[in-house]
């Protein structure tokens, strides 16, 4: 099993399953691979108070995978660490050639 069993390519885009932790010392995404839940994992400094955490997960998975903002949405686990997100316009071969080259990661 790999990190690819947390994607699945859809019509208009990708679904990314994501298991974030609020609250970290630091900003890590992605910040590995949980086998067991097929999650890729991932690590925000914002804590989880008034959409902030999610407001920095979107940014930062547009920024990984080159994609606008606007291109992503919850699709599922808006208010819960396990989220399902829509990437928008996104091509699957390039998604998963991104996450080969990040996981694992190596955050401080």
């Known amino acids: 099993m790999s990190f690819e069993d947390a994607l699945k390519n859809v019509d208009g885009g990708v679904i990314i399953d994501i298991e974030v932790t609020p609250g970290s010392k630091s900003l890590c995404v992605p910040s590995g691979y949980n086998l067991w839940r097929k ?20 940014g930062s998975i547009a920024d990984l995978f080159g994609l606008r903002p606007s291109d992503i949405s919850i699709v599922n686990g808006m208010h819960n660490s396990k989220k399902s997100l829509l990437l928008g316009n996104a091509e699957y071969s390039v998604i998963i050639s991104i996450l080969n080259d990040k996981l694992p990661a190596h955050c401080d």
Do not use: F, P, Y
């Open 39 to 58: 999650r890729i994992e991932v690590r925000l400094s914002q804590n989880a108070q008034k959409g902030k955490a999610n407001e920095q997960l979107i």
